[in-house]
């Protein structure tokens, strides 16, 4: 069992940055591939970031490429996505997921895999 827990979000103005965390549980952190989604109201769950075990690659979705960076402490348990140059449509509820499956899909972490609680991300105009 792995627990998740989320921390770093809030409200921001449009164009700042904000630095989310999520610290792990699990004694054996380095075995799960780990990253970031994040649900709007009325809309699908929607990848942001994923990172590998050893930290050596990292997957971003299209909207956030380029403004968002993914990157992980294995010596800490913590992984982390900061944030830059937000947008409005980026508010969303942002949750931190686990998974040893390193295709790291929607569908293999619901069957398999390890949600946190969730953090509210709110960019204003």
């Known amino acids: 069992q792995v627990q998740l827990v989320e921390s770093g979000g809030g409200l921001v103005q449009a164009g700042g940055s904000l630095r989310l965390s999520c610290a792990a549980s699990?004694?054996?952190?380095?075995?799960?591939?780990m990253g970031w989604f994040r649900q709007a109201p009325g809309k699908e769950r929607e990848f942001v970031a994923r990172?590998?075990?050893?930290?050596?690659?990292?997957y971003y979705g299209d909207s956030v490429k380029g403004r968002f960076t993914i990157s992980r402490d294995n010596a800490k348990n913590t992984v982390y996505l900061q944030m830059n140059s937000l947008k409005t449509e980026d508010t969303a509820v942002y949750y931190c997921?686990?998974?040893?499956?390193?295709?790291?899909?929607?569908?293999?972490?619901?069957?398999?895999?390890?949600w946190g609680q969730g953090t509210q991300v709110t960019v204003s105009s």
């Open positions: 997921a686990a998974d040893e499956n390193p295709n790291f899909s929607l569908a293999s972490i619901r069957t398999g895999g390890y």
């Open positions: 990172i590998t075990w050893s930290g050596g690659s990292t």
């Open positions: 699990a004694r054996t952190f380095r075995r799960y591939a």
